[in-house]
């Protein structure tokens, strides 16, 4: 199972880019990383995926080395309302079954500030 | 909206009662998953349903249980409740080959007294 460390918290101001970095050493050859964003009381929201370089949507950027063993989210600007937890995953590992055993880690807490 | 649907949005109810909560993933979706999300162990996955199947399990109690049927939507049931059951149980959805994108709906917060 590919296991994610990511930073506990981090702290930023309005109109500032956040970078956040996920470690995923043991990233398998057929998984993709994805990022999802939570909203307190809410269920997590997709953010981003990506397989390697660079992919940007609306919402974020997603940079992905040639190892493949990090990722880095990259919020452009951020307003007060992107406060909220980001997880990042990276494939969740074969079950018994075939299924799909998904494993979030603790995520990174953001908080914007004024 | 994800489109993803969950009832009921509150249960409060008393230790050693059962509950069931339902879950209506997005149309066309054949993958439903379950989570538990209590403050002190983060985001949980329970188990994983494919077209009525049982796909995946993760930390799931035997007092827990789930299904899915034939139209899809599904239904975890939570027996003998304990105080610590207290958390929010989030349903996903996704499409098939896709698990890695899933969509969650609003959960379902849950009170055990």
């Known amino acids: 199972l590919a296991k994610t460390t990511q930073p506990i918290s981090m702290d930023s101001y309005e109109g500032q880019e956040v970078n956040i970095t996920c470690s995923h050493n043991?990233?398998?050859?057929?998984?993709?990383i994805t990022w999802y964003q939570q909203f307190p009381s809410q269920g997590p929201r997709f953010i981003i995926q990506g397989y390697k370089t660079k992919v940007t949507n609306e919402v974020a950027s997603l940079f992905i080395p040639a190892d493949r063993k990090s990722s880095t989210l990259s919020l452009p600007r951020v307003s007060l309302s992107d406060t909220a937890v980001y997880y990042c995953?990276?494939?969740?590992?074969?079950?018994?079954?075939?299924?799909?055993?998904?494993?979030f880690g603790a995520g990174t807490r953001l908080f914007v500030k004024a | 909206d994800s489109g993803v649907t969950q009832t009921p949005k509150h249960l409060i109810t008393a230790t050693g009662q059962r509950v069931t909560l339902r879950c209506s993933p997005r149309s066309g979706d054949l993958s439903v998953y379950w989570y538990q999300q209590s403050l002190d162990q983060g985001l949980q996955f329970l188990i994983q349903?494919?077209?009525?199947?049982?796909?995946a399990k993760g930390n799931i109690l035997e007092r827990f249980s789930a299904q899915q049927f034939p139209d899809l939507h599904s239904e975890l049931n939570l027996s003998s409740l304990e105080l610590g059951d207290s958390a929010l149980y989030f349903c996903?959805?996704?499409?098939?080959?896709?698990?890695?994108?899933?969509?969650f709906g609003p959960g379902t917060r849950l009170t055990v007294l």
């Open positions: 043991n990233i398998a050859t057929n998984d993709y």
């Open positions: 995953l990276v494939g969740g590992g074969p079950s018994d079954t075939g299924g799909f055993k998904t494993i």
């Open positions: 996903a959805s996704s499409i098939s080959g896709r698990e890695d994108t899933q969509y």
């Open positions: 349903y494919y077209n009525g199947e049982e796909r």
